[in-house]
């Protein structure tokens, strides 16, 4: 993306054919600008639609998306509409689980606070993925294997992804995936469960409470202005994630999520 504005307004006429007026290469932020609008509509554009809003001219841009689907991270469907491309596929892998290594300190940071165990996951395609988990040091504690993916309607990390998406997106996410009962306590009604999004809307946090496993519960807020759909949680016994844990221990996930989310905008802790 342009890195300022002055690199949406035309390049100087004294400046390198291929230099972008921030000091970059405009050709690579161009395309990395058109794979994100790609990503925002979807997945599938057209080049028009990609013409409007990114304001550039016809030949640029089909001269942009050539050399990316000659490189295989943009390929070109049988309608010639263009969709992103499989390479992308493990550059997200490999960013994702950078992604867990930068949130570690911050969930060990969540793990002393609160004494349970403290996860990362984001919302991949219709499925929530955990990308890092630090243990609690009790010795009955929650495990989730990073790299495990699950239904968002009945995880504490789900409802604090999905509260953030219209309802129509919602309800098209359900329909897609089902909602298979965890547990007797899962929410299983597409209006239930925009019920307790609004609640989750309203204060700040998400709880699974015994939805996904039966004795277990799960307090969860989303990392403001991540890069890619972004949650942490603490789980643990319900006997010990009471009511009373739970007005304690929101405002320290919320805290911690704000200076997770500086330290992922500054390209990580150390940046």
Same mark, same amino acid.
């Not at 940071?109 to 990362?120: D, I, Q, Y």
């Not at 499925?127 to 009790?138: F, R, T």
């Not at 204060?203 to 996904?212: H, L, M």
């Given at each position: 993306?342009?890195?300022?504005?002055?690199?949406?307004?035309?390049?100087?006429?004294?400046?390198?054919?291929?230099?972008? $007026?921030?000091?970059?290469?405009?050709?690579?932020?161009?395309?990395?600008?058109?794979?994100?609008?790609?990503?925002?509509?979807?997945?599938?554009?057209?080049?028009?639609?990609?013409?409007?809003?990114?304001?550039?001219?016809?030949?640029?841009?089909?001269?942009?998306?050539? *050399?990316?689907?000659?490189?295989?991270?943009?390929?070109?469907?049988?309608?010639?509409?263009?969709?992103?491309? $499989?390479?992308?596929?493990?550059?997200?892998?490999?960013?994702?689980?950078?992604?867990?290594?930068?949130?570690? $300190?911050?969930?060990?940071?969540?793990?002393?606070?609160?004494?349970?165990?403290?996860?990362?996951?984001?919302?991949?395609?219709?499925?929530?993925?955990?990308?890092?988990?630090?243990?609690?040091?009790?010795?009955?504690?929650?495990? *989730?294997?990073?790299?495990?993916?699950?239904?968002?309607?009945?995880?504490?990390?789900?409802?604090?992804?999905?509260?953030?998406?219209?309802?129509?997106?919602?309800?098209?996410?359900?329909?897609?995936?089902?909602?298979?009962?965890?547990?007797?306590?899962?929410? *299983?009604?597409?209006?239930?469960?925009?019920?307790?999004?609004?609640?989750?809307?309203?204060?700040?946090?998400?709880?699974?409470?015994?939805?996904?496993?039966?004795?277990?519960?799960?307090?969860?807020?989303?990392?403001?202005?991540?890069?890619?759909?972004?949650?942490?949680?603490?789980?643990? $016994?319900?006997?010990?994630?009471?009511?009373?844990?739970?007005?304690?221990?929101?405002?320290?996930?919320?805290?911690?999520?704000?200076?997770?989310?500086?330290?992922?905008?500054?390209?990580?802790?150390?940046?």
């Amino acid at each position: 993306m342009p890195t300022s504005s002055a690199s949406d307004a035309p390049a100087d006429a004294s400046a390198p054919k291929n230099s972008a $007026p921030s000091g970059g290469v405009q050709s690579l932020e161009r395309a990395f600008d058109l794979l994100e609008r790609m990503a925002d509509a979807g997945g599938e554009v057209g080049l028009s639609e990609l013409s409007v809003s990114s304001g550039l001219p016809l030949p640029t841009i089909h001269r942009l998306m050539r *050399t990316l689907v000659a490189c295989g991270y943009v390929r070109q469907q049988a309608n010639r509409r263009y969709a992103l491309g $499989p390479r992308l596929i493990r550059l997200g892998e490999s960013a994702s689980r950078l992604l867990g290594t930068w949130a570690r $300190p911050y969930l060990a940071r969540l793990v002393e606070e609160t004494g349970e165990t403290a996860n990362m996951a984001l919302l991949d395609g219709d499925e929530i993925v955990y990308v890092a988990q630090v243990p609690s040091k009790h010795s009955m504690r929650m495990f *989730t294997e990073v790299g495990r993916r699950v239904l968002p309607h009945s995880t504490g990390v789900g409802k604090a992804l999905l509260a953030h998406l219209p309802a129509n997106e919602v309800r098209a996410l359900l329909s897609r995936t089902g909602m298979p009962a965890a547990t007797e306590k899962t929410i *299983t009604s597409p209006d239930a469960f925009l019920t307790a999004l609004e609640e989750v809307r309203r204060s700040g946090y998400a709880v699974d409470d015994n939805e996904q496993e039966i004795g277990v519960r799960c307090l969860a807020v989303s990392v403001p202005d991540s890069p890619t759909a972004a949650a942490i949680s603490i789980s643990g $016994p319900a006997g010990r994630v009471t009511e009373e844990m739970t007005e304690k221990t929101v405002p320290v996930l919320q805290q911690i999520a704000v200076e997770l989310s500086e330290a992922l905008a500054s390209s990580g802790p150390g940046a």
